[in-house]
């Protein structure tokens, strides 16, 4: 129930206005930094920004069976290619910092994320979530979720 409320309130940040959180140029700045590094295949920065344990749905699509909590860096570094893989690569470069939704969610924190269409997912999932998280005064990527 906890993970529907979340992905009901990530797919209505993206379809009603929110609190605007981070100015263009930020965006524009956050884009080469956070999304660039997943783009250009660079596993090393990608893993330097994350809050782990990375929460969401991530494990499921790398073939882990293990709770998400139990997942860590090595799990991460070892699916890296599942998880952003050639169509996700592919969408992601045809999107840009426009494409990123800045915002304070319910319990006050600062979020970035990018919702990411795919036909590779099963059936249900058809869009990739990556949730970055504003912790410590940096944004880390804190969840990644499906959504169908």
Known sequence: MKNFLLIISIILSYSLPAQVNEDSNYLKKFWENKIKPIIENNKETVINYIDFPLLGDWGHLIGKTEPVEQLG??????????????????????????????????????????????????????????????ISGEYKLKRIMFAG
Do not use: C, P, V
């Open 73 to 134: 860096e090595s799990h991460f570094r070892e699916g890296f290619e599942k998880l952003f893989n050639t169509d996700i690569i592919r969408k992601l470069k045809k999107l840009n910092y426009q494409n990123l939704r800045s915002y304070i969610d319910e319990s006050g924190k600062s979020i970035i994320s990018i919702s990411i269409n795919s036909d590779e997912f099963d059936e249900h999932e058809s869009t990739l979530l990556l949730i970055f998280h504003k």
